[in-house]
């Protein structure tokens, strides 16, 4: 079946911009994870959601850093008033069940000007 | 808290050479070990994992590690490599203490072959 997938695959935004990133998983996986990419870094963990509930939000940088999975399903990583610090890829992965092999989306490489 | 450390952000071998990407752990309990694989502009690809049984853990192209408690070390051969190997490796852990279900990863080896 279909892989994971984000959209967009980049995304330019102006310093203090919103900006909303979407990853659709994996039919039927429950878990759904996003982590933080840095340049030539490995990825940093942000937040977790099991169903519709997050159940672990340590990883987010700040409070512009939002994320929400309403139906069980997509999710969304909205960053609000961006930063230059916060140009990264941004990383999403969901499993079918907890801490069994995650599997990763292609990413979205956002650039704060 | 897990961490993860890769030694050599770097590592240059000839095709056809054995490849080896260290990796070492440190977690209060034996956790759940993870290779990916990243090529340019992907996302990580799931190489191998132990989680219990066998420590010598095979895996896709040909790849395989081997978890050594004493050692707190995971490993990543490959006995002969190839071209496409070429591509940037990452060692994970997962800790199995209830309610840690993240991937703490390390920083990262990128690999190159000497044609």
């Known amino acids: 079946g279909a892989g994971v997938s984000q959209s967009p695959r980049y995304k330019v935004a102006k310093r203090g911009q919103d900006v909303a990133l979407r990853c659709d998983p994996i039919s039927g996986h429950v878990s759904l994870f996003w982590?933080?990419?840095?340049?030539?870094?490995?990825?940093?963990?942000?937040?977790?959601?099991?169903?519709?509930?997050?159940?672990?939000?340590?990883?987010?940088?700040?409070?512009?850093?939002?994320?929400?999975?309403?139906?069980?399903?997509?999710?969304?990583?909205?960053?609000?008033?961006t930063q230059q610090e916060d140009?990264?890829?941004?990383?999403?992965?969901?499993s079918h069940l907890s801490r069994e092999t995650q599997y990763f989306g292609p990413g979205t490489r956002l650039l704060v000007l | 808290a897990q961490s993860v450390t890769q030694l050599g952000s770097h590592v240059s071998v000839s095709e056809g050479a054995l490849v080896l990407l260290r990796c070492n752990y440190s977690s209060s309990v034996p956790p759940y070990l993870f290779w990916y694989v990243q090529y340019p502009n992907q996302g990580l690809q799931l190489l191998l994992?132990?989680?219990?049984?066998?420590?010598?853990?095979?895996?896709?192209?040909?790849?395989e590690a081997e978890f050594k408690k004493s050692e707190t070390s995971f490993h990543l051969t490959k006995p002969s490599a190839h071209m496409s190997d070429a591509a940037e490796y990452f060692c994970a852990v997962i800790g199995t203490n209830f309610g840690n279900e993240k991937l703490t990863f390390g920083t990262g080896t990128r690999l190159t072959i000497i044609p």
């Open chain 1, 35 to 81: 982590y933080q990419q840095a340049l030539g870094q490995g990825p940093e963990f942000l937040t977790y959601f099991q169903n519709e509930a997050q159940l672990d939000k340590s990883g987010l940088p700040s409070d512009r850093f939002f994320a929400e999975r309403p139906e069980g399903s997509v999710s969304t990583l909205k960053i609000q008033r």
């Open chain 1, 87 to 94: 140009s990264a890829v941004y990383l999403c992965a969901s």
């Open chain 2, 49 to 63: 994992k132990y989680t219990t049984g066998a420590t010598l853990v095979k895996g896709i192209n040909g790849f």
